[in-house]
């Protein structure tokens, strides 16, 4: 490994560790003398009923919300990079507009307007909630995979595949994707994260999901919170680990650009 | 590029974007827009007075310290995220670095709020682990150079989350940096510095700027780990807004409005910027 | 308070148009007895009030606890918002109702603030999800009447809160009240504050803390009232105590990090000055920090939190038997061993059932003797002037 990769890296490492560490070394602390060491605060969280509930709402909710991004998405800004370039902009600024719009505004807004929308839609987070998590997780899924796109050549691969006869869906499904595999991983990747940690939305639209857990724990229970921030960190990263071997799985033979 | 005669039929694939934009993004937005020219007086009605408030202390240092730090983070997270997207897709690293690196700041992205501020204050708070590791060996007093509680702290903070963001957006880009150009490079007789200055970084310079943009935004409408750290002393126009919408204290929502309308107005000028920019970069890059 | 009540009729002569739709009105029936039913004008909205429909009732009285706990019973559930389970004792008050009545409470958002309470009633109006009542500040309670937001109710106690602590129509009562205080971890600091100028002594250099900012935090403001009464200002002029904050953020001793019990316990803010009833739980919930909490006689400020009920409650019945319960000898107990001081004080401790235990659990009376309270009009004067001085003064 060259020598400026691994200085990097090991700065990299210490900046992203240390923290977690000090976490860690708090949540062993025992409540009754502010010192080491008890195991208290993760048998805290884990014989917690509502970790368990919440997290299982979160989950489902994220993987519905990465769902509908890429199939909403993906096409879109491939379509625009094929034929449509000239309304790239135009995207990447209505891009930008999520992060404007505060969470409660939207969140307020969205009620208001949907406040005569069915039962299954309203009442639910795999409704409503999911609806908005996807217009949230658009600024992260665009500059990933406009990024992605750009890194190929659209138009060789879409007449490549074309003059073979493959239809536009066989094209995009079984020749474009896996090209943009990296990027529509890091988008999918941000929305997960979005997912589990977006707290206001949820709180003011009274939906029990894993973060209002994770904020009430963070505000009432000190050695709990520590505790509890290093297992969802945990529970995530394996999810996005699991979310990558899928990735690898599906798509490891067409890589026609960057082969990593 | 294809004939012009398909562009109508062609824009009929983005309509379920558009409709779904439209639909769960404008018009809940809307009511930013045009409650910002409400009126808080009894009889309702426009005015343009939350607007021009805007421009008085202390929101005026809130934008400037919004802006300040939103784009001080966005640049050293472009930079440091680049340096390390680029030393673990690299030849020489092990490929194990990379799914590692990739899901960890898939984590760290969205790590922020409360359990980001007390992870810091934890090690370099005043009681933080390094803190006394080094008062203890050396009398080294860390929070004299590093203090947390302040705008230089907090910036140090957000590159928890801006440094990861950048490298997930970064690293698609980087493996768009064909291994042939830059063998190609070498052979010519060129330097690594010279690869780099006339076919690496133009090559990626559309998607550094997209990157700086989506940066600079993510920083610039975050406010929960701003405000565990210093509860407002660095002032953020997030945290203003939400004094004025949802606190206990304080009821504007008009003037909340007219905030997140100047947040809006800020990054729509960096996006007027950002399209000439990013033209001409596309054409170092074609 | 007579100030706020000539307001409150101006405004509530104005009613806002909620958007609800006619039929869904007249699907909830019990909501719609209770009068909030913005059919149109404000004029039929007022007379649909007075008028007496069927429905749950507005004033409560022994004989009519019976019935109430039997409607309430057969809702079987109730909503709640923003109740934390350690913030006066809540978690008590709310597994003893749950235990004694059989109705199952869901707690929304425990730590939210006022505002969200408010925005909840309004935003899921005719929702099954909706809070059913509400435990807001006053300025919200008092905003919250003026829109509409609240029913009208007359508790079987109602005529022993202090007038100063209620809306004489009924439209909200004040549950508890407190004191700011100061708060210690023991072990850090050496030398006690007793008052708030002893807070800038340089003992206490990087330990002073706030429960937030007090443009959001209604702990960080009374912060700020207590500083101005010490410092030569008064309820209404904060000036001093604003003054006072950014003397104390000059000389080191003030860091801006919110205290939480996460702080508290970790000993990362060894002084806090927040409410009583919250720093004095804090002494047995983390024994490892050695809190303690002093009243500084210098400037002892209080304030109340209100109880209200939802005028579209999906659960109309339970919630004013939530009310009722609270309001109880038994549920005022239930505060008092949350370390806050209930709003029937006065009148438990002249009937004598206060038992002597908890009453030695609190700081002593004769500083409470002192205590002053702002009027609305007090309140929204400091915010003003914290709004456009705090940022300045004490921020970066």
Known sequence: MSLSATVW??????????????????????????????????????????????????????????????????????????????????????????????????VVGILKVYKGSPVWFYDRPNGILAATYVILAFPYMFFSLDAGFRAIDVHTLTEASQSLGASWPVTLVRVILPNIRAAALAGSFLALAIVMGEFTIANLAQFHTFPIFLQYVNETQPYGAAALTLISFGITWAAMLSLLFIGRKRGGNLQLAGAR | ???????????????????????????????????????????????????????????????????????????????????????????????????????????????????????????????????????????????????????????????????????????????????????????????????????????????????????FGNAFAAYATAYALTTGVVPLIPILIGAYYQGNVLDNPHLAQAMAFGMFVVLAAMMVAYIPLQRRAQRWAK | MEDYEAQEIEFWAKLEEEGMSRSSMLRRSAAAAFGLTVMGSSATALAATRANLAGPPATMTKAGLADLVKAAKKEGHLNTIALPPDWANYGEMMSTFQKKYGIKISNANPNGSSAEENQAVQSLKGDSRAPDAVDDGPAFAISGTAQGLFAKYKNEYFNTIPRAMKDTRGYWVGDYWGAISIGYNANLVKTPPKTWKDLLKSDYHGQVALNGSPLTSGSAVAGVFGAAIANGGSLNDVGPGIDFFAKLKSSGNFIPVQSTPQTVASGQTPISIDWDYLNLGYTKQYPGANWKTTIPADGVYGSYYCQAINASAPHPYAARLWQEFMYSDQGQIIWLKGFTHPARFQDLSKRKVIPKALLAALPSAAIYAKIAFANSGQQTKAKTLIASQWPSKVGS
């Open chain 1, 9 to 106: 890296l090991l700065l990299a490492a210490l900046y992203f560790l240390l923290p977690l560490v000090a976490t860690f070394l708090f949540s062993l602390r025992r409540v009754q003398t502010n010192a080491c060491c008890s195991l208290a605060a993760y048998g805290f969280v884990v014989h917690n009923g509502d970790f368990w509930h919440t997290l299982r709402v979160s989950g489902v909710l994220a993987l519905e919300v990465i769902a509908i991004s890429l199939v909403l998405f993906v096409p879109t800004i491939y379509w625009v990079h094929l034929k449509l370039p000239r309304l790239r902009p135009v995207i990447a600024f209505l891009a930008l507009v999520p992060f404007v719009v505060p969470p409660i505004v939207l």
């Open chain 2, 1 to 215: 590029m294809s004939g012009r005669r398909r562009l109508p039929l062609a824009w009929i694939a983005t309509v379920p974007f558009f409709a779904y934009t439209v639909a769960f993004l404008f018009l809940p937005a809307g009511s930013v827009i045009t409650g910002a020219f409400k009126s808080n007086s009894r009889g309702g009605g426009w005015t343009f007075s939350n607007v021009t408030t805007l421009f008085h202390e202390p929101y005026r240092h809130a934008y400037i310290v919004s802006i300040e730090v939103s784009a001080i983070t966005a640049a050293l997270g472009a930079v440091l995220g680049f340096a390390v997207a680029y030393a673990m897709i690299r030849d020489n690293t092990p490929r194990i670095f990379r799914g590692v690196i990739t899901t960890f700041s898939g984590v760290a992205a969205n790590f922020g709020g409360i359990p980001l501020a007390f992870a810091f204050i934890a090690t370099i708070g005043p009681l933080g682990i390094v803190t006394v590791f080094l008062r203890n060996h050396g009398g080294y007093e860390l929070n004299q150079h590093l203090p947390l509680f302040t705008q230089n702290g907090v910036e140090f903070v957000y590159l928890y989350f801006q440094i990861p963001l950048a490298i997930l957006v970064i690293a698609p880009a980087i493996d768009g940096l064909k291994r042939e150009w830059r063998e190609a490079a070498s052979n010519l007789g060129a330097s690594s510095w010279q690869y780099w200055r006339h076919v690496g970084i133009p090559v990626l310079l559309p998607s550094m700027l997209g990157m700086f943009i989506l940066l």
